[in-house]
């Protein structure tokens, strides 16, 4: 089997290639780095964007899976470029896709793909899309996500969605450092009264659930078509999981306090 993950040299991506070498799979990268790293590891790498038709074309080329993990991510930027990377991008990669009558596409999707700004207990992948979004990451995601799902059966094309929320673990280079980043410069607030709960997703589970999607992508399987949430099963007080995070770091709890109307607007900055 000869598989294509689209930004595997990034976070969750670098975990997915990792799962599949374990099962001794012909892994090729669709990445914009080099990453000598996975080369070590004997992946193949096409150095590109997604956004480049030709570019997605030659990475698809000879392989019978795709694992579309690269997205522009984070909540606040240019429209334009999340559009131009989540859409365009997805768009390539569905087209290339059934241009080489490639099978199997599992799709990273976001859970934010469901939230509209109020929230969200016990949801399940019944959830609609709201009418709007608080940012283009989610606007865009979602408008990708259809797009995948839409595709699934269509010039021999079994589709699936993956839906984690708040991925973290070792090699994450955006929420932890982050955190730690506000946090010594003393301006992390607990936002309301802290009593906000939240799911989180370890990303070596994430990595998993992608390819167990994979292995499910057949003919007669419930899988093709549809979107599935992935979480640990058990949601966390958001500011208590923080809290535990800074003292693995030795750094001060958080424990001022700030609006969320407040918070909302700072946040851009």
């Known amino acids: ?126 959830a609609p899309y709201p009418a709007s979004y608080l940012s283009p990451y989610s606007q865009t995601k979602a408008l990708a996500e259809k797009m995948v799902l839409e595709a699934n059966g269509k010039k021999g094309l079994l589709t699936v969605a993956i839906r984690p929320h708040l991925v973290w673990g070792p090699r994450d280079r955006y929420i932890i450092p982050k955190i730690l980043h506000m946090a010594k410069k003393r301006r992390l607030r607990i936002v309301g009264d802290g009593k906000n709960k939240t799911d989180i997703s370890y990303v070596e589970n994430v990595a998993k659930a992608h390819v167990l999607a994979a292995q499910h992508l057949k003919y007669g399987s419930q899988v093709p078509g549809n979107a599935y949430f992935i979480t640990q099963g058990k949601p966390v007080f958001m500011w208590e999981w923080i809290n535990q995070v800074l003292e693995l770091f030795d750094l001060p709890p958080v424990t001022k306090h700030m609006s969320p109307k407040l918070a909302y607007p700072l946040g851009q900055f």
Do not use: W
Request: glycine residues 12%; contains cysteine; charged residues 20%.
């Open 1 to 126: 089997m000869k598989v294509l993950v689209t930004g595997g040299g990034g976070f969750v991506g670098s975990y997915v290639v990792d799962e599949l070498l374990k099962q001794n799979t012909h892994v090729r990268v669709l990445c914009r780095g080099t990453y000598p790293e996975l080369q070590k590891k004997g992946v193949e790498i096409v150095q590109g964007d997604i956004s480049n038709p030709r570019t997605v074309d030659q990475a698809c080329q000879d392989t019978d899976t795709v694992f579309h993990i690269a997205a522009k991510v984070g909540v606040f930027g240019p429209d334009e470029e999340f559009y131009k990377t989540n859409v365009l991008g997805t768009q390539n990669i569905i087209r290339s896709c059934q241009a080489f009558r490639i099978g199997r596409l599992v799709y990273c999707s976001s859970s934010s793909v469901v939230y509209g700004g109020k929230d969200q207990i016990n949801v399940d992948e019944t």
